[in-house]
C-alpha cells in the first residue's frame, strides 16, 4: 500500500518558505531580496522615471560571484519581481567608483541604464527593441579610436573589438550597461553589457555581467521599455545595503 500524505497550507507555505530562504552567492535569498530594496531606496530616490531596476552586488569587493535581484517600484515602492539570481562580475570583482579602466578585468560600480539589447535569433520573447546579431556587428574596445565604447556596423579601422556574433552562446542575448557612453572617455572601460555566462555555469568576465540563459530569458520577458529598465551594481557596503 502505498503512503498517503496530506499536504495542508501549513506544509505549502513551509516548502515555498525553503524555496525562498535557499541562498545565492553565500546569502540567503530572503537577506539578498532585503539589501538591494535598502540599497534601490538610498540610490534610485533621485531617478523617478525609473520602474524596474536590476541590483547587482557581491560581498567581498574582489569576489567574481554576485547576487542578482530584479525589483519594480509600485506605489512608489521597490518590490521584488523574482526570487534572486546568481551572477559572474569581473574576475577581480568591482571597481570602486569613478576607478574602472579598460582591461583591468573589474565591473565598474554606479547606476547606469540599459540601452541597446542584441539578439541572435530574429523573434524573441521581450518587449524590449533588439538588433538581430551579424557577423558585421562589433564593439569598439580599442582605446585610440574614435569609436572606442561604440556599437559599429561593417568596416572598422579599429585595432580590437567584440564581435557581437560569436560561435559560442555567449551573447545569444546581450544587453548594453550605458557605462562610459555619454560622455565616452578613452580608457576608462568599455564593451561592459549583461550576457549570457559561458556554459551551464556561473562563470567570471572581464567585466560584463554574465546569467544563465534560464535568468535572462526571464528577465527579458519582464522588462517593459516603458518603464525605464536599469541596473545599480557595485559591492554592498559601497551601496549600502549593510
Known sequence: MGLKVKVTSSVILFLFACLFCGSVAGQPKENQARKAIRMAKKNIASHDNVGQLIVVFNESPESSTANLVALERKSNRWKLVAPPMLAGI????????????EGDQKSPSGFFKLGQLFCYDSIVDTKM??????????????????????????????????????????????????????????????????????????????????????????????????????????????????
Not at 143 to 158: H, L
Not at 184 to 210: D, P, R, T, Y
Open 90 to 101: 569581473g574576475r577581480k570583482g568591482f571597481a570602486d567608483p569613478g576607478t574602472k579602466r
Open 129 to 242: 527593441q533588439f538588433i538581430q546579431s551579424s557577423t558585421e556587428d562589433k564593439w569598439i574596445d580599442d582605446p585610440d579610436s574614435d569609436d572606442y565604447n561604440r556599437y559599429v556596423r561593417g568596416a572598422t579601422g579599429a585595432r580590437s573589438y567584440e564581435k557581437l556574433l560569436l560561435n559560442g552562446n555567449d551573447y545569444r542575448y546581450c544587453m548594453v550597461i550605458e557605462y562610459n557612453t555619454q560622455p565616452v572617455i578613452k580608457g576608462n572601460g568599455s564593451a561592459i553589457f549583461l550576457h549570457l555566462s559561458e556554459g551551464k555555469s556561473i562563470n567570471s568576465s572581464a567585466g560584463c555581467v554574465v546569467i544563465t540563459q534560464n535568468d535572462m530569458e526571464r528577465l527579458l520577458k519582464w522588462m517593459n521599455p516603458e518603464l525605464n529598465p536599469s541596473i545599480l551594481m557595485g559591492n554592498e557596503k559601497i551601496l549600502g545595503g549593510r
